[in-house]
């Protein structure tokens, strides 16, 4: 008998229909637990990545299914209405499943510590406080430029939609297998010459974020989501990881349409 987990935020309506969710899955002749080959995902789209930040590296990894009960829902196409008809799919095995790149940063300390972290959508470095930050770029340990301003964004082509979208960096349509830096309100003057545009890189390449510790401000790096609170960060260095996330999806998941009426919708 097959197992299904169930994640979701902690707002009250999504514990509510948590438990609904239980007594379909019950119903239907399933188990629930902790460590299920499927995962429903009640939430929104930060809900989601979070899901896949803490269930990602389980033995045999599970495959996740997204219910958007949150906002924009990106990541997932289906609403809490189609739950029955979801584990009618899985019982009957009619669903395909969509298979997603994570990609791994290895964030260097000062203290020759490292720590090791995955993404889906995106890595950010921000400014901690009021004082732009200052950071050198690398591609496959060549210099390619320097960046000084409020940030700078890593993103991959689902992580296109999000916030590197919000400080103008290109949107992936159907564009896979690339890495996108996107600078966010770069500076330019006699003292600071900055990348100020965004580029794409296949991600075959590994990428490497150099903090500028002269001056000793604080760099805020943000992993899906997640801020990374720990300071005196020497380097990152982000490269495609070997692991892959499993979506479920019906047969009828129309990608133009999920992308147009959620990412298109207000032009």
């Known amino acids: ?7 979701n935020n902690f707002l009250k309506h999504n514990q509510l229909k948590r438990e609904q969710l239980e007594h379909r899955i019950k119903n239907k002749g399933f188990n629930t637990g902790r460590d299920g080959e499927y995962i429903f995902v009640l939430g929104g789209d930060g809900t989601f990545l979070r899901a896949i930040q803490r269930n990602f590296y389980k033995k045999p990894t599970p495959t996740f299914i997204g219910i958007n009960t949150g906002n924009l829902g990106f990541l997932s196409e289906f609403s809490f209405q189609d739950t029955n008809r979801i584990l009618e799919m899985i019982i009957k095995d009619t669903y395909d499943i969509e298979r997603v790149p994570l990609y791994q940063i290895d ?24 004082k732009i930050i200052h950071c050198g770029v690398k591609v496959n340990n060549k210099k390619l430029g320097n960046f000084s301003g409020d940030g700078v964004i890593i993103s991959t082509p689902i992580g296109s939609t999000g916030y590197a979208m919000s400080a103008k960096g290109a949107i992936a349509y159907d564009c896979k297998e690339h890495l996108q830096l996107t600078p966010s309100n770069p500076i330019i003057s006699k003292a600071y010459q900055s990348i100020t545009n965004s580029i794409l890189f296949n991600d075959k390449n590994t990428l490497e974020i150099l903090p500028n510790t002269k001056k000793k401000r604080r760099i805020r790096v943000v992993v899906d989501g997640r801020e990374i609170s720990e300071g005196d960060i020497s380097k990152v260095v982000i490269s495609k990881s070997p692991k892959t996330v499993s979506f479920l999806r019906s047969d009828k998941f129309d990608r133009f349409a999920n992308f147009k009426n959620k990412i298109l919708a207000h032009f």
């Open 1 to 7: 008998m097959k197992t299904i987990s169930i994640y």
């Open 107 to 130: 964030i260097h300390f000062t203290s020759n510590r490292k720590r090791r972290l995955h993404f889906l959508n995106d890595i950010s470095f921000e400014r901690e406080g009021t």
